[in-house]
């Protein structure tokens, strides 16, 4: 296996669909008419060893289609990936990953013991290693109770932790991850966050898909966000929030009705507070603001930078959407 602090590398990816529209040939009554869909048009990231990395974008956006072509269900039109430096169909890699899919499914009257005892068997672990880790496991996401239980009675949220114990079954070096909270409850989710952290204090790598930002911002090291099937964002989460710093508030007191005018007709937020003033405004500008009004003799009570939220972050590189500071 290859040393290299690099788990996952895609290069280029793209992934071309073609639907049949029956409907519309059936209007024109003559063969089927084929048409392409471009599921993943530009995806290039890596992800690195010991690290949570976050793969963000909105419904349709080309996640899981991606992630799909990494753990080798489908495969890609054209582009590279490369797991541990090999191809993701390697069967040493393929012992490597732990992979938990959106909606997993399991056979509705077998019980937790005998589905994780399928999966170790697949992995090749013994008897007594089988037995060692289906206990831990069913231990580790609070299914011990259920162990004798068909999994027809299970919940939404009793069939997610299920499926966080069968991706962890072979102690994978790489996890990957695709809505591992769905579904579950607010303690649900702080066990599986968890487990998460967990695994990246041992030296595992977790590839991470979730809606709930506020669990990714407290997560991941580093997110890549997808639009239209394109990455249109990668980096440190740390970085690319403190590289938004786009706007600062300006606390201002003494300031005259033309004065408000003057900055709201230049596209400055402008909220009054009752004998303060609130300025939003872009950071690039807040010196030359200040001079002015410093020099119109108003009272400077505070400036503070306004750090983007994920949420904000995201709003507007996935969706072209500008959050507004309350």
């Given at each position: 296996m290859s040393d290299s602090d690099n788990v996952l590398e895609i290069k280029e990816l793209k992934k071309r669909f073609w639907l049949v529209e029956l409907e519309r040939a059936l209007e024109l009554r003559f063969g089927q008419i084929v048409r392409p869909v471009d599921a993943v048009r530009n995806v290039s990231m890596t992800v690195q060893r010991g690290q949570v990395f976050g793969f963000l974008?909105?419904?349709?956006?080309?996640?899981?289609?991606?992630?799909?072509?990494?753990?080798?269900?489908?495969?890609?039109?054209?582009?590279?990936?490369?797991?541990?430096?090999?191809?993701?169909?390697?069967?040493?890699?393929?012992?490597?990953?732990?992979?938990?899919?959106?909606?997993p499914y399991f056979y509705d009257y077998l019980k937790p013991q005998e589905i994780l005892d399928l999966f170790a068997r697949i992995f090749g672990l013994s008897r007594k290693e089988r037995k060692q880790r289906i206990d831990m496991l069913l231990d580790r996401v609070g299914l011990t109770h259920a162990r004798n239980r068909a999994l027809r009675k299970f919940s939404k949220g009793m069939l997610q932790r299920l499926g966080v114990a069968q991706a962890?079954?072979?102690?994978?070096?790489?996890?990957?991850?695709?809505?591992?909270?769905?579904?579950?409850?607010?303690?649900?989710?702080?066990?599986?966050?968890?487990?998460?952290?967990?695994e990246r204090d041992r030296g595992k790598t977790v590839l991470l898909c979730s809606h709930i930002l506020n669990d990714i911002e407290h997560l991941c090291d580093r997110v890549a966000i997808i639009r239209e099937g394109v990455v249109v964002k990668e980096g440190a989460l740390g970085e690319l929030l403190s590289r938004e710093n786009r706007k600062t508030e300006i606390l201002v007191g003494n300031m005259d009705a033309s004065l408000k005018k003057q900055y709201i007709d230049k596209g400055i937020e402008v909220v009054d507070l009752g004998g303060v003033c609130r300025l939003v405004l872009d950071t690039g500008h807040v010196a030359e603001v200040i001079k002015d009004l410093v020099a119109a003799g108003c009272l400077l009570n505070q400036v503070q930078s306004h750090r983007d939220s994920l949420e904000a972050l995201f709003l507007r590189e996935a969706v072209g959407k500008e959050v507004t500071h309350a």
């Open positions: 974008g909105p419904n349709g956006a080309g996640k899981t289609t991606t992630i799909k072509m990494c753990m080798d269900l489908i495969r890609p039109s054209s582009g590279s990936i490369k797991l541990f430096g090999k191809s993701p169909g390697d069967l040493e890699v393929k012992a490597r990953v732990g992979y938990l899919p959106e909606h962890l079954i072979n102690d994978p070096d790489l996890l990957v991850m695709d809505e591992p909270l769905s579904g579950l409850d607010p303690v649900g989710r702080k066990e599986i966050r968890d487990i998460i952290i967990e």
